[in-house]
């Protein structure tokens, strides 16, 4: 019989959040909240599990006394047993302290088999609470579970498949573990009247931090590694140039097109100019970025983030470093180098050519606690932020997730900014007294550094005798990358089409750039165009040259992922769609006749 305990957020509803002006934390009380979507599919697999192999399903929950509203619907959907861990001690804990007090709970409910997380909470988009606590509870970790195979209960064994943007695994782990699951793993079911009625009556108990056994001093905003100092509206960008199409259809059509041309031609220069900085601090240890790769191969997400801490070492006025952690790494060495890199640290780890979380936890653990950088960045792939999570726990340090800006403030702190609440804020948090400090980055924010002809220091160490409780039965490269994350030019449809048969005009645009077409968010969720093709905060963050949102109206889950398109154009019929205030050249007008008239011109040119 399966022991199973599943963890669930109760989340803020993104449209009725506040600031506390005093410490610049989210005001959770009295703001309506409802269960962390991604959850639900938490708790359907638990459900699935028990359905199959039998077994106990209790669902936790840490936050402030509102959350048994979320764990009575878990109750509803079939959940065994519901417990709440709240204590005002607890408020305000960053992940560190967050994923330390739910692996208390854990323990004190005498643990589990199987401890499911659903794959990210829609609030704060970290992704990282599930593998702490897995690395807090000293039992292996795997993040975005797509399919439980099968369980073995008499040998304590589980079979997964494990899936990224670059591959799939099919992997055997030990029993206890942590999963957390993906929102494709599964359909979660609707509660029943039964399960409606039981959820009515069921007592819901609570852990105080007491109960759970706690130390004070690991729990709450005092105990968390990382800082929020500053809550601010996302920043605005850019500075539109609009024209009205209702007054002069060609003549706007005809400058659009000149926009475009333009932005193509004038953006393949502009990215090669680095102005070095001058240093606002001087720090004793090196920036590292991490080097993930795949088959062999740098993810190129990670040479963004050399572009981006190369100005970040510049203002501490040290050096830029890569680490690569791998076995046959050499010609990832080179690819540092290439794009940046000063120096390289080189964790070899024999007989671990891809990524294990066991091993690399070990290897990039024991470099960092010889070598002590400064500051860790790493990209926001799945394996890094997964990696990133149970190293943070394992060298006691603060792990800020997700971020899109950084700078280092007149003290020479480094100040990390990401969007938060579902893209309404964006927060600047600090690590002020943990070393390194670690930070994963969005994909496709950052560019990376012209290629370059450049050699440093190799510092290599040998790292023998790892061990893991990962063994991987199955590895298959995804054929299929999204082709939004490599297109120039995206062309982005929204509800403006109004039906599936009208993106045929859309489509025929994009024949005619060579761009590629995405969706906004209902689009996809009515299956008028694959998921993959959805832009945004819950799609694909892109950054191609020139981004064009047609009947789009610029809502900030969609223009989160559209933030590092060099140039933003939009054709809308409401000139106060806040798209308009996100763009670099606008058109006023109905798409029916704008887009027609486009296709039209662009031929007669071409002709
Ligand atoms: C947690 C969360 C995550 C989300 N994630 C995403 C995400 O990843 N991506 C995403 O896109 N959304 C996301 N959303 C949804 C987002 O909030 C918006 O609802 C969505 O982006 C709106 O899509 P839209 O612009 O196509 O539709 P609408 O907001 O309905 O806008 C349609 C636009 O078309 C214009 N229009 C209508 N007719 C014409 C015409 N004939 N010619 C020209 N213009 C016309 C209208 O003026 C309007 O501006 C998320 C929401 C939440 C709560």
């Known amino acids: 019989m399966l022991k199973i305990i599943v963890s669930i957020k109760q989340v803020p509803d993104a449209d009725d959040l506040r600031i506390d002006p005093v410490t610049n934390n989210l005001v959770r009380e009295g703001v309506p909240a409802v269960m ?26 840490m936050g402030p006394p509102q959350g048994d509203i979320s764990l009575r619907e878990a109750i509803a959907m079939g959940a065994d047993d519901a417990y709440l861990i709240t204590d005002r001690a607890m408020a305000g804990s960053d992940t560190w302290a967050t994923s330390y007090t739910v692996s208390r709970a854990i323990e004190k409910l005498g643990g589990a088999d199987i401890i499911i997380f659903g794959r990210r909470a829609v609030d704060g988009e970290t992704q990282q609470v599930g593998p ?18 099968d369980v073995d209960e008499k040998n304590k064994k589980i079979r997964l498949e494990k899936e990224t943007e670059f591959e799939i695994e099919t992997i055997e782990m030990p029993m206890p573990l942590v999963i957390t699951v993906t929102e494709d793993s599964n359909t979660p079911r609707e509660p029943d009247l039964e399960g409606m009625l039981r959820a009515k ?14 130390d004070p001093s690991m729990i709450g905003l005092a105990a968390s590694p990382t800082k929020v100092i500053r809550v601010r509206p996302p920043p605005k960008m850019r500075n539109a140039e609009i024209k009205n199409a209702n007054d002069d259809l060609k003549g706007s059509v005809d400058w659009l097109i000149s926009k475009i041309k333009e932005s193509m031609t004038g953006m393949k220069t502009s990215s090669g100019v680095y102005e ?14 991490y080097m993930d790769h795949y088959d062999g191969n740098v993810n190129s997400t990670s040479l963004e983030i050399l572009g981006a801490a190369r100005r970040v070492a510049d203002l501490m006025n040290t050096k830029l470093a890569a680490v690569v952690i791998g076995d046959e790494i050499d010609n990832i060495i080179d690819t540092a180098f290439k794009y940046g890199a000063d120096r390289v640290y080189a964790g070899v780890t024999e007989g671990y050519k891809n990524y294990d979380n066991d091993a690399y936890t070990e290897a990039l653990s024991l470099m960092i606690k010889k070598y002590s950088p400064e500051a860790i960045f790493y990209p926001g792939t799945s394996n890094a932020r997964e990696l990133a999570s149970t190293t943070a726990i394992q060298v006691n340090t603060g ?25 309404k804020e964006t927060s600047t948090i600090i690590c ?14 950052f ?69 590629v077409v995405g969706v906004s968010k209902p689009l996809a969720d009515m299956g008028w165009y694959p998921k993959d093709r959805q832009v945004g905060q819950t799609g694909t963050t892109i950054h191609p040259n020139v981004y064009i949102a047609i009947g789009i109206s610029g809502a900030i889950q969609h223009l989160v992922g559209i933030q590092g398109s ?42």
């Open 399 to 423: 792990l800020i997730a997700d971020c899109i800006i950084f700078d280092v403030d007149e003290k020479g702190q480094l100040l990390s900014t990401r969007p938060d609440f579902g893209g």
């Open 276 to 289: 070095k900085p001058e240093p606002v601090t001087k720090v004793d240890h090196d920036i590292w970025v």
């Open 432 to 445: 002020p007294n943990n070393r390194p400090i670690m930070v994963t980055t969005r994909s496709g924010v």
């Open 447 to 515: 560019s990376a550094m012209p290629p370059m002809d450049k050699k440093g220091d190799v510092i290599k160490e040998d790292i023998k005798d790892l061990k893991t409780r990962i063994k991987l039965l199955e590895y298959k490269k995804l054929e299929k990358r999204n082709i939004l994350n490599d297109a120039d030019i995206v062309i982005g449809v929204g509800r403006g089409i109004v039906n599936r048969d009208n993106i045929g005009i859309v489509e025929d645009l994009a024949n005619r750039l060579g761009a």
């Open 566 to 607: 060099k140039k933003i154009i939009a054709i809308n019929n409401d000139p106060s769609a806040p798209i308009f205030e996100n763009c670099d050249y606008g058109i006023v007008g109905d798409l029916f006749t704008v887009v027609p008239e486009l296709i039209k011109r662009l031929g007669e040119q071409n002709a």
């Open 201 to 214: 009556t069921f007592n819901v108990k609570r852990f105080s931090k007491d109960d759970i056994n706690a």
């Open 132 to 149: 702490q606590t897995g690395k807090w509870l000293g039992i292996p970790v795997c993040a975005y579970t797509k399919k439980i195979l």
């Open 36 to 61: 962390n979507p991604p959850d639900l599919h938490a708790i359907e697999a638990a459900l699935q599990l028990r359905e199959k192999y039998g077994g106990i399903v209790t669902v936790i929950s």
